[in-house]
């Protein structure tokens, strides 16, 4: 089979859609560590797929445990162009009574919620996805207007995703798909030991220490099976302790940008770790 190979100054699509704890900051840096030749990408908390879209694999598999954000990447793989014509309507009439009683009534065609999520996602408040418990979309409107963003093109995301098999599951099923000479690129919720007694939310899910330990050891089988890995976590003592004697550990500065005016952002770090090159 022959493997990916990528020139590091290569221009690629931008993601297009906006998640929090997003890694477009991240792959400036991360690109200098990624493998150039490798088989079947694997990304199990895909988010906003910075990554995946960085590096435009022809083969991967993404996931992750939200059913509507999967249905988002198959609806602009599969019909772009019927997403475009949806997100034009709702750019010409949106206005704050136009958000807010769209955002009480979710569609139940794909492509009609596909225009519905990322019509929302582009116009709340910073960008956020964030249900109640009946699972409603419940952010208030922010101060974004555009919609479909000049240059903006739906085909060639289309085209990017066309390799790609999506799939809304957990992530040891994913990772369990990767063997030897693919890369998995993980980015879980930042649970640490200890804090908020190792409880995060994930989606409508509760993402648990125990969840980073079965990660690790998922990681740990397919390195052992010859998969090559990079995690991005919170640079906390309990995850190197957790992944202690997996890989390299590399500790990498940056400022937080989660919420908050900017003058409140303050300089963190996150830690990497690599198996296999």
């Known amino acids: 089979m022959t493997k990916e190979k990528y020139g590091k100054d290569s221009v690629r699509t931008k993601p297009f859609l906006k998640w929090a704890g997003g890694k477009r900051w991240l792959l400036p840096e991360l690109q200098k560590y990624l493998p ?3 088989n079947c990408y694997f ?9 995946f879209f960085g590096l435009q694999p022809r083969m991967a598999v993404l996931s992750d445990l939200n059913p509507e954000l999967i249905q988002l990447y198959r609806v602009v793989r599969d019909d772009p162009d019927g997403l475009e014509r949806l997100l034009h309507l709702h750019q010409t009439n949106h206005n704050k009574e136009y958000y807010y009683k769209t ?43 555009r919609v479909v963003f000049e ?3 739906f085909k060639e995301l289309s085209t990017a995703l066309s390799g790609a098999d999506l799939k809304s599951q ?5 990772i369990q798909q990767a063997n030897k000479d693919d890369f998995i690129y993980v980015d879980p919720p930042y649970t640490v030991a200890h804090n908020f007694n190792g409880f995060i939310k994930y989606n409508d899910n509760i993402f648990s220490w125990e969840d980073q330990v079965r990660l690790r050891d998922s990681l740990e089988d397919a390195a052992a099976r010859g998969a090559k890995v990079i995690v991005s976590n919170a640079n906390h003592d309990s995850i190197r302790e957790l992944y202690d004697g997996f890989g390299e550990l590399m500790e990498l500065p940056r400022y937080s940008v989660i919420a908050g005016p900017a003058g409140r952002r303050l300089p963190t770090s996150e830690l990497l770790i690599f198996v296999g090159g």
């Open 36 to 38: 150039n030749r490798f």
């Open 43 to 51: 990304e199990p908390f895909l988010g906003g797929g910075a990554v």
């Open 103 to 145: 955002r009480a009534q979710k569609p139940t065609c794909p492509v009609e919620q596909a225009a519905w999520m990322l019509y929302l996602n582009r116009t709340c408040f910073n960008g956020l996805y964030r249900v109640n418990r009946r699972g409603e979309f419940n952010v208030p409107i922010g101060t974004k207007t």
């Open 151 to 153: 240059n903006e093109s």
């Open 170 to 174: 957990d992530f040891e099923k994913t």
